[in-house]
């Protein structure tokens, strides 16, 4: 009655099989992008990272957990968390295709048509074609219902029109998939379609949005005349709002097992950092370390848990207790990371005088308790869909 | 909202292996198992009786729960007559007692079987035996006034003599120390080597005092030992390991039974939150207090995965060497959390002694205290991480 403890002998071939194939790919000709593209540093090495996003598709890395039919490898859950914590463990750079692989591409295998699917999986799998994500807007961003960037339908054609913003890699993708209202008549979450938009024409600018990192992920997308296909509509016209929601993207509370593999090497480099300036020495601050450790390994447990139970237990709002977890953790890491430095986090310290490490993780860890879905909302998703409470 | 608009982050260190617990956390063994004592509980326990009587448990729920559920058997091996399970499933027992706060000797005779168990020798299997025919209850008599429970510092002494072993010493804060009828103790021999020795309550050379405990749910016991007659009961693998096992069993169960106690204190504050109605609303509706019970669940939610992590690494060598200590640390904490939570959202009502809500607060803070407090446990915690100072 005991539980199996250990990865079965096949899955830790698996494992061993994506780490030779990381090293070996990683080593001389990908070598320069090894730890590129993490936080704060989002637009190194873009153009290498392409080329990465290829090699990865022309060995069957994307798309593990797809259907063989698809062009997928049906790898099971705990395949995907291994590949996932494989290629952290690796110092891989961070992915450019995960908005294609883990939410566009599910989106079709669920909800496109035959023809769709033939037309855009497999530029998703070779790693050819880069999509990013069209829903929030300025006055939709945690009430995504309120979406007001429309599609009018004329001939065999929609025409966009309005604003889109958060849009992360917008500036480098080939296609967006955007939420965009339909039908004028209907309000909130009703007559909205899921369109898939080829961002280079001339109806579409973007501009990057200037962080308070300094650098620049995300974008702002403006829709003018934009056109897409009508065959490009995933899902029945007006139909885009269950169409948004019901990609269940990767598991968080699973795909953060690769996500703590590297906030264990943000720790690691705080401890060393607290150990040179003898900031670990304080109580105070000694305490806030050791109970940094301890929350990583509760969030480890917690995924862990979740992916325990994947399949029997409750799912889908599960990711909201996940993200609360991993985001205020990471935010007090970025807190403590500046306060181990101590005086010296006054003043740029990193090569051609850039932030250290330490206040870009400061600075950027702010976003984390934001962007999909703050704080605030994954609290009312919890109380309301996890608790019960009433609305 | 499950979309999420950027990159993972890239690692680059050491990460852990995965060799670790994947296994669908309830089978459905267990998930029966889990039913049948909840609806054992729900028929037969009365905590405000049992916390109140003179023994501080119920004495005739432990001898239903003898006969029904085989609560003094459940860990005993087949060998010894008993239903031979494992530490896991003894754990679903200690939730579902924890889950109610209902007063038992349970966790430390669940402790104290598997740790009798695992020792191996012919006198911890005779009294596996007994305890499994009998529906005996053990106290694990294991802090000093000097030592705590700090394993290395514990100063009761076991002489040896041609007939068996004495002890000598002092424990307290022994859990229904004052009723169980036997006792685990780590005693020191002549040579300083630690072991484990059982002595029967009833022995003439040991005087029990009952103290006052703050948590009224799990009475508290001070044990004097004056030559009182025992039994080793470890092998000659060494001694150290039995203790330090004891040690982590006791930490482990604490820690699951913190987290079930926190879920169902977390449920009772949602209920009351539910149909509580002020300013013609149910309370529960307004944001202030949804967030803070969002927080709760986010707490809770992480305490129950590391009770579970820590009981599925149970003997497994995978697991860090002080995954017991962690647990009971974020578990209690938890636990104690929730609590104080629970009440302040009940307002003036939590702060009677007629509702739940304090038995909830008094375990909390016992179990932060019970086995190590939360500052001597991150200390280990950390000096096993390689975060000392």
Redesign the interface.
Known sequence: ???????SDADERF?LRARAWLADNLAGEFADV??????GR?HQAVRRRRQWERRLGASGWIGLGWPKRHGGQDASL?RQ??F??EY??A??????G?MSEQ?VGPTLLTFGTAEQQARFLPGILRGEVLWC?G??EPDAG?D?AGVRTSAVREGGHYVLSGQKI???LADIADWCFVLARTDPDQTRHRGLSYLLVPLDQPGIEIRPIRQITGTS??NEVFFDGARTAVDNLVGAEGDGWRV??G???FE?GV?T??????????L?AI?ATARATGA??DPAL??R???A??GL??????A??????A???PS?S????SK??WANWHRNLGELAVDVTGAAGLVAGGASDELTEEQLLFLYTR?DTI???TN?????????R?????? | MRQYDRNEPPGLSEPTELSEPTEPSEPIERREMRRTVADFLDRHADIRTAMTNADGYDRELWRRGVDELGVSALLVPERCGGLGMSFADGAVLVAEFGRRLVPSPLLDTVVATAVLAACGTDEADWLLTEIATEGLSVAVAFAEPEAGWCADSLASRAASHSAGWTLRGAKEYVAHGATADLLLVPARTTEGELRLYVTRASDAGLRRTSRTALDHTRTLAEIEFTDAVAVRVDGSAGGADSVALLSGLMLTALAVESAAAARSCLSGIVTYLSVRQQFGRALGSFQALKHRCADLAVRVAGAEATAWYATESVGNGAQAATTPELAKVVCADALLRVAAESVQLHGGIGFTFDHDAHLFLKRGKANQLLFGSGQQLRTRVAEAAGLGT
Not at chain 1, 34 to 39: A, C, E, L, Q, R
């Open positions: 009655m005991s539980a199996g403890l250990k990865l494992r090894v730890g590129t593209g993490g936080p989002e705990l968390v291994v996932h914590e952290a463990r110092g891989a750079p961070a992915r450019l995960h939410l994500q829903y929030s945690s995504l958060w849009t992360s992920e995300f948004a929601m990609t269940l993207a968080r795909a097992l690769g996500q703590q593999i590297g906030f264990e090497r943000e690691n401890i670990i020495d000694h305490a370390i050791v109970d450790w301890i390994r509760v969030m480890r447990y917690t862990l848990h979740t992916l325990s139970s399949g029997t237990g889908g599960e990711g909201s207790i609360l977890q976003a962007y999909g879905g605030e909302i994954q609290r009312n998703i919890v109380a309301e996890v608790l019960g409470m009433p609305r």
